[in-house]
């Protein structure tokens, strides 16, 4: 028996790799179409769409572009596309899949309503931010992007004070809040350069701590007091957001950074700003804010030992391709007959 899948990509995850990642179902009667939804918006356009999509529900959205393509299909995979209760409803679906970690942009309720599965895609990218965590926190820490700024204006400075030195990796100390996939991964590729590795999560047991070689520590405040580097790998929730502000800064070293690569919402950024300021730590590498992107005045542009970047830790072709590879897995188990291993309850 023959299943239809459509696959309705975006600007950030077109539907041509969509079926890349997903081609290998082939072999199992699988038949693909494809559309792709805002696909000629700009970055900025689509951005700004999927953020007010996360505050208002995929259900505010037109979805009739959507609804033309649904004709016999029986899976449903999107990206970012809104999947609204209208769309579930008129259609005549088994299986919505999101191939992203979250689900905001899909009607799940009306999905549970109608029986159909809603499968989704976490940890796509948790090599990727893995990845960038520890090059920002390399980079910072050996002050490469300062060096290279030095170079393109013309200067060619050379330190021989070793009171000004960065230390080496080995004899620093790196905390790591939150230790799921992505903290794990940051533990295991620092493992190489022999640092000493914190790790506070109240929701890991110490003995899974221990076996991804980081010691573990139950309180926060002892983390940021003996780190010369936190990296943050947290979501964000009400009981999260901003967890890093006035008296976790005031915990930390004068000599430490910050590097945040989960979410912007879990810093104070004015107490950060204030931190910088009173040289109550040394610096920050940032990729995600509050308010993306970066509005052109705000002070982390012009704070000297911050290193900057716009939210792209996540952005690798690898990750692109393993969204659509995971939800496809788990469609490849359904069709078996057994539970896919991704359903969002």
Request: aromatic content about 6%; proline content about 6%; some cysteine.
């Amino acid at each position: 028996m023959t299943t239809t899948v459509l696959l309705c990509g975006d600007p950030q995850q077109p539907s041509e790799y969509m079926h890349e990642a997903a081609s290998f179902l082939d072999e199992r009667d699988v038949v693909f179409e494809r559309m792709d939804w805002m696909g000629d918006a700009s970055p900025a356009e689509f951005r700004n769409v999927t953020m007010d999509m996360e505050e208002v529900g995929p259900s505010a959205y037109d979805t009739s572009d959507i609804a033309t393509h649904l004709d016999g299909v029986d899976i449903l995979v999107v990206h970012k596309a809104p999947v609204s209760r209208e769309l579930v409803e008129d259609a005549d679906l088994d299986i919505v899949a999101a191939a992203r970690g979250g689900t905001e942009n899909v009607a799940v309720d009306a999905c549970h309503e109608r029986d159909v599965t809603v499968l989704h895609a976490p940890g796509r990218n948790r090599n990727a931010v893995a990845d960038y965590a520890v090059s920002m926190l390399l980079s910072r820490l050996r002050e490469i992007p300062f060096n290279h700024g030095d170079m393109t204006d013309g200067e060619w400075s050379q330190v021989f004070d070793p009171a000004l030195l960065p230390p080496d990796v080995r004899t620093t100390t790196v905390g790591i809040v939150g230790f799921g996939h992505i903290g794990r991964g940051v533990a295991r590729r620092l493992h190489g350069f022999d640092p000493e590795v914190l790790a506070y999560d109240p929701f890991v047991d110490d003995e899974s701590i221990v076996e991804h070689d980081a010691e573990p520590v139950s309180d926060l405040e002892e983390l940021l007091g003996r780190a010369d580097a936190v990296t943050l790998h947290v979501r964000l929730s009400e009981e999260t957001e901003e967890m890093i502000g006035v008296e976790e800064f005031a915990s930390m070293k004068q000599s430490a950074f910050l590097v945040n690569t989960a979410r912007g919402g879990l810093v104070d950024e004015d107490a950060l700003v204030a931190a910088l300021d009173d040289d109550e730590i040394a610096g920050a590498a940032l990729d995600v804010f509050r308010e993306e992107p970066l509005p052109a005045d705000h002070p982390f542009l012009s704070q000297d030992g911050v290193v900057l970047t716009p939210h792209v830790a996540g952005s690798t072709r690898d990750a692109v391709l393993e969204g659509p590879r995971i939800v496809a897995t788990d469609i490849e188990a359904w069709l078996r007959g057994e539970t896919p291993e991704h359903v969002v309850e």
